[in-house]
C-alpha cells in the first residue's frame, strides 16, 4: 500500500525567513497531494493541494511543488509569522479516495 | 468551519463499553470518511462510505463498525473499548473534487 514519509519532524523558524516540509510517496498511482495544517486540538485544516498533472501551485505566501519523477513533493512557506505555527502534514491520495498522511512537521515560527 | 459537522466534542467512558460517533458532511458531499490521530500512530484511515455504501476500509479495528445512512451522515460505532482507543476521530467529507474538508473531531477518552 501507500507510504508517505515527511521530513523534517520539527522546525524552527525565525519569523520572516522560509520554510520548507519534504514528502516522498511510494505508489506511483496517487494523483492528488494535499496539505493540511492542524492547531493543538483542532481539526487539519486544507491549506493548499496539488494534482499529478501539475509541477507547481502557488497560493499567496504558500506554495507546492510535484515530481513525479522522484515520487515526491514539497511545501513551501515564505515571510512565516507567528501564525503560522502549527503541525503540517502532508498526504497522498489515489483518485480521491482514503488519504495516506505523513507523519507531520511541529514548525515553530520565532517572533 | 469547514461545514463538517460532528458530536459530540469529547466523549469520557470506560473500558468495555460502547460509543457512538457522529458526522453530518458538508452539503451536496456523498463521502465521508473516518480517521483516528493519536500520538503514536499519526492520522490514520479507518473507513469511506459513499452515498450509503461502504467503498474502503483502512485500519479498522473488528470491534468498530460505521454505516451513513440516507440523509448521508455517518456513524462510527466503537465497542468492547481498550485504554488504547482513546484518540481524536476525525470525519472528513468530499464532494466530486478530490478535496477533504475535516470535522473538529471527538476526543474519546477510555479511562
Known amino acids: 500500500g501507500e507510504n508517505v514519509e515527511q521530513h523534517p519532524s520539527t522546525l524552527s523558524v525565525q519569523e520572516g525567513d522560509s520554510a520548507v516540509i519534504k514528502c516522498t510517496y511510494s505508489d506511483s498511482a496517487s494523483n492528488y497531494f494535499p496539505w493540511y495544517k492542524q492547531e493543538l486540538g483542532k481539526r487539519p485544516q486544507l491549506i493548499i493541494d496539488i494534482r499529478s498533472n501539475v509541477g507547481e501551485k502557488k497560493d499567496q505566501r504558500i506554495a507546492v511543488t510535484l515530481n513525479k519523477t522522484a515520487k515526491h513533493f514539497s511545501l513551501h512557506i515564505t515571510e512565516t509569522q507567528p501564525e503560522d505555527s502549527a503541525v503540517y502534514f502532508c498526504a497522498a491520495s489515489m483518485n480521491g479516495n482514503k488519504l495516506v498522511f505523513g507523519a507531520g512537521t511541529i514548525l515553530r515560527v520565532k517572533s | 468551519d469547514s461545514g463538517v459537522t460532528q458530536t459530540p466534542k469529547h466523549l469520557i467512558t470506560a473500558t468495555g463499553q460502547r460509543v457512538t460517533l457522529r458526522c453530518s458532511p458538508r452539503?451536496?458531499?456523498?463521502?465521508v470518511y473516518w480517521y483516528q490521530q493519536s500520538l503514536d500512530q499519526g492520522l490514520q484511515f479507518l473507513i469511506q462510505y459513499y452515498n450509503g455504501e461502504e467503498r474502503a476500509k483502512g485500519n479498522i479495528l473488528e470491534r468498530f463498525s460505521a454505516q451513513q445512512f440516507p440523509d448521508l451522515h455517518s456513524e462510527l460505532n466503537l465497542s468492547s473499548l481498550e485504554l488504547g482507543d482513546s484518540a481524536l476521530y476525525f470525519c472528513a467529507s468530499s464532494g466530486t473534487a478530490n478535496e477533504q474538508f475535516f470535522g473538529p473531531g471527538t476526543r474519546l477518552t477510555v479511562l
Open positions: 452539503s451536496g458531499d456523498l463521502s
